[in-house]
């Protein structure tokens, strides 16, 4: 029904730069907000960065400063921009959708989604 498609995930010197990015589709109604969740070996996964479709924007406070999350609503996609990457940052990365599946009657929902995931690895 929704499919959730991550990129740019890969290995990265510390203080460099990776931009991940998510597209969603299907029969999607609405996208109420999108975000980014990591998770380490042996740990849960947790919250990297939430946006909503009028852009208020949430962040873990461990990449306040250092991440970016965009979204560009025409397409259902979302970015993650990471800078001055530390090899804490290593780590499985998902991106999830909460939104309205279309239906024949009208919408259900709001439903979570989740993608694939994508590797980041921050190492020299």
């Known amino acids: 029904q929704v499919q959730l498609v991550e990129s740019g995930g890969g290995l990265v010197q510390p203080g460099g730069s990776l931009r991940l990015s998510c597209a969603a589709s299907?029969?999607?109604?609405?996208?109420?907000?999108m975000g980014w969740y990591r998770q380490a070996p042996g740990t849960e996964r947790d919250l990297v960065a939430t946006?909503?479709?009028?852009?208020?924007?949430t962040y873990a406070d461990s990449v306040k400063g250092r991440f970016t999350i965009s979204q560009d609503n025409a397409k259902n996609t979302v970015y993650l921009q990471m800078n001055s990457l530390k090899p804490e940052d290593t780590a499985f990365y998902y991106c999830?959708?909460?939104?309205?599946?279309?239906?024949?009657?009208?919408?259900?929902?709001?439903?979570?989604?989740w993608g694939q995931g994508t590797q980041v690895t921050v190492s020299s």
């Open positions: 299907g029969s999607i109604f609405r996208i109420n907000a």
């Open positions: 946006i909503t479709t009028d852009g208020t924007t």
């Open positions: 999830q959708a909460n939104l309205l599946l279309r239906r024949t009657w009208g919408s259900m929902g709001p439903l979570t989604y």
